[in-house]
C-alpha cells in the first residue's frame, strides 16, 4: 500500500499578462519520497511552486498540501510547509541567532522552548560558532545553510526548494546536497526545482 499523498495538483495554470507561465500542472507526492521538477530557466518552476506553496493564487485547477487546499486553507497548507525560496530572504544586519528567533515566534514555536529550537537548528546546519556573526559577513554557503535552517524550524512535513544550489561553489553545492539527502533518507517529503540534472 503506497503513502497517502502529502502534496496533490490538478490541473495548474497561471497567466501573468499575455504570458502564460504554467500550462494544465498535475502531480502527486506521496507523503516520505521526493520529486524534482527539472527544466530550463523561464520554463514555469519557480511559479509552479509559487501557487503550490499559497505565495501565488493560480488562475484555474487545485492543489492540496497534507489535505490542505493551498487557496481555501492557505494558512494550514502554510503550516505544512518548510520553504527555501530562489533567491536569498535574509536580513544581513540581523545575527543567525537572532534570524531563527524570529522566525520560531512567526511560526508559533512557544518562547520557553525557542532557545533550544534555535541551538538545534544552528548545530544541524553546522552555524553554532557563527550564531552570533551578523549575516553580512556569511558567505553564500553559510546563507543557504542558515534559510535551510530556518524553513525546518517548525518541524515541516514538506521541504519545498526552488534551485536550491543557485549560486554555491562547488563545496557548497555537495554540502547541500548532503543535507537535503539526509532529510530525504529520514522520511521528509521533498519537492525541489532544478535546471541542474
Known sequence: MSAAPILEALGLSKRFKDTLAVTDVSLTLPAGESLALIGPNGAGKSTTLAMLTTAQRPDSGTARVDGHDVVHAARAARGVLGVLFQDPALDASMTARETLALHAALHGIPRRKTPQHVAQALHEAGLSDA???????????????????????????????DEPTLGLDPQGRLDLWARINALRTGGMSVLMTTHVL
Do not use: Q, T, Y
Open 131 to 161: 550564531a552570533d556573526r551578523s549575516i553580512r559577513g556569511f558567505s553564500g554557503g553559510m546563507k543557504r545553510r542558515l534559510e535551510l535552517a530556518r524553513a525546518l524550524m517548525h518541524g515541516p512535513r514538506l521541504l519545498v526548494l
